[in-house]
């Protein structure tokens, strides 16, 4: 019940597209949901956050859909860049507690 | 813009031996975090710190692994007698208040 979700596996879109990752939930008592980019060798950087009282959040080129009913959410990338290749995380947690993590996707912005 | 350092970035060394990694967290945060990635796999959660205390550990946190704030700014993770399945990227966070968290580049540990 612990477990986050995350699809697809890996992604890869031209530069000005719209990459879209999902994730999904089961455990009902999280109540923050942020996502995270990693680069090679590096340590996740915090993207973007939402929280279940709002269904979408958007900073600049990026936006969280969020559907508490069906416990899931998404991350849209508008006019995506080669500098976005990176790996995204997807990422929940319970008043602030432990981040339990998606398993990853490595997104690749081709030129 | 504040930032979460770790040192070393990268420590080798041998089965049993004990290591110390060292993460300075953002100055005014009061919550702490180690959590490790396993090479091309997700970030698990460790263990997190809070008033000097340990709030929270998962079952990867056995008695091989211990924390320490021995100061006012570093954060540290102890393992006792490594094991080749510790080799992984160990990174640090912190946070101001239960929120957001902020990610240390990490320490690449290998145990040979």
């Known amino acids: 019940q612990q477990q986050v979700k995350q699809s697809p596996q890996s992604l890869i879109v031209q530069k000005g597209g719209i990459p879209i990752i999902n994730c999904a939930y089961e455990?009902?008592?999280?109540?923050?949901f942020p996502w995270y980019q990693q680069f090679p060798g590096k340590g996740p950087a915090l993207l973007i956050a939402?929280?279940?009282?709002?269904s979408e959040k958007k900073e600049g080129r990026f936006t969280i859909s969020f559907n508490k009913s069906a416990k899931q959410f998404s991350l849209h990338i508008m006019d995506s860049q080669p500098g976005d290749s990176a790996t995204y995380f997807c990422?929940?947690?319970?008043?602030?507690?432990?981040?339990?993590f998606g398993e990853g996707t490595q997104l690749t912005v081709n030129p | 813009e504040p930032e979460v350092t770790q040192t070393p970035s990268h420590q080798v060394t041998q089965m049993g031996q004990e290591v110390i990694l060292r993460c300075v967290p953002i100055?005014?945060?009061?919550?702490f975090y180690w959590y490790r990635q396993i090479l091309g796999q997700k970030v698990e959660f460790l263990v997190s710190?809070?008033?000097?205390?340990?709030?929270?550990k998962s079952e990867i946190f056995d008695d091989q692994f211990s924390v320490e704030r021995p100061d006012g700014s570093n954060f540290t993770l102890k393992i006792r007698s490594t094991k080749l399945e510790d080799s992984a990227m160990y990174f640090c966070?912190?946070?101001?208040?239960?929120?957001?968290?902020?990610f240390g580049p990490g320490t690449r540990l290998t145990v040979t």
């Open positions: 966070a912190s946070s101001e208040d239960r929120g957001e968290q902020y």
């Open positions: 939402i929280r279940p009282d709002v």
């Open positions: 710190f809070y008033n000097n205390e340990i709030s929270e």
């Open positions: 100055s005014n945060h009061l919550y």
């Open positions: 990422a929940a947690s319970h008043s602030g507690s432990r981040l339990t």
């Open positions: 455990n009902t008592a999280f109540d923050y």
